[in-house]
């Protein structure tokens, strides 16, 4: 079946280093790519997307890339904060006769250590 | 503006004891629904989805079952839960290409 690698499980930065989050999927015909975070005890939200015709985007201190010939795409945090450390999760849209799923990497912890 | 409500928050069940979990989504119509488990420190795992009234997709074979008996209710079901059953709730709706909003989760423990 479909899948997508998530690399590190777990990430420890000092405040104000970067952070990099980097994922590897399989299906060619996923187009569209969302991150999310998830705090400790609440549900995933979504904090940034990307689409198959564009290959970056940038939210002030979050961007993601997209390499659709390599199948990767990658989460940067710069200048992190404590308020960062979390769960992050990526994920590829897998569609199926009509059906969307998301198909999910297995996370990573990201700690900033002030 | 799109809702989900999920509910009960959090859940003490004893083993062997039924389970019903509901999710709703608000200002939307014909959403895809889906309803994922969460072990503790662990990722997300789906385990059922739903594209319509009645459509169910099972993901992982289990103790579990689901329905969707309206067009924007999403239910959660077992005759017996098990210790393994355990874990974080979440439903989650999207529309078409969009990402998910999940539900705010509930947390079972089943004792």
């Known amino acids: 079946g479909e899948n997508v690698e998530q690399h590190p499980s777990t990430l420890s930065v000092q405040e104000g280093d970067s952070a990099v989050i980097k994922c590897t999927y399989s299906?060619?015909?996923?187009?569209?790519f969302p991150w999310y975070k998830q705090e400790l005890g609440k549900r995933p939200q979504l904090i940034i997307d990307?689409?198959?015709?564009?290959g970056e985007k940038k939210d002030q201190r979050i961007a993601v890339t997209l390499n659709k010939t390599a199948k990767h795409f990658s989460l940067h945090i710069t200048e992190t904060q404590p308020e960062d450390s979390a769960v992050y999760f990526c994920?590829?849209?897998?569609?199926?006769?009509?059906?969307?799923?998301?198909?999910f990497g297995t996370g990573t912890r990201l700690k900033v250590l002030a | 503006s799109q809702t989900i409500h999920q509910w009960p928050a959090t859940l003490v069940q004893p083993v062997g004891s039924p389970l019903s979990l509901e999710c709703t989504v608000e200002?939307?119509?014909?959403?895809?629904l889906y309803w994922y488990r969460q072990a503790a420190g662990r990722g997300l795992q789906l385990l059922f989805y739903?594209?319509?009234?009645?459509?169910i997709s099972s993901e992982v074979p289990q103790n579990l079952s689901a329905s969707r008996p309206q067009d924007r209710q999403f239910i959660l079901s077992s005759k017996k839960l098990l210790l393994s059953d355990s874990g974080f709730y979440l439903c989650?709706?999207?529309?078409?290409?969009?990402?998910?909003?999940f539900g705010s989760g509930t947390r079972l423990t089943v004792v």
């Open positions: 989650a709706w999207t529309f078409q290409s969009r990402g998910y909003t």
């Open positions: 299906d060619s015909a996923s187009n569209y």
């Open positions: 990307i689409r198959s015709n564009v």
């Open positions: 994920a590829a849209l897998h569609v199926t006769s009509g059906t969307y799923k998301y198909i």
């Open positions: 200002g939307t119509s014909n959403p895809n």
């Open positions: 739903s594209v319509g009234i009645g459509q």
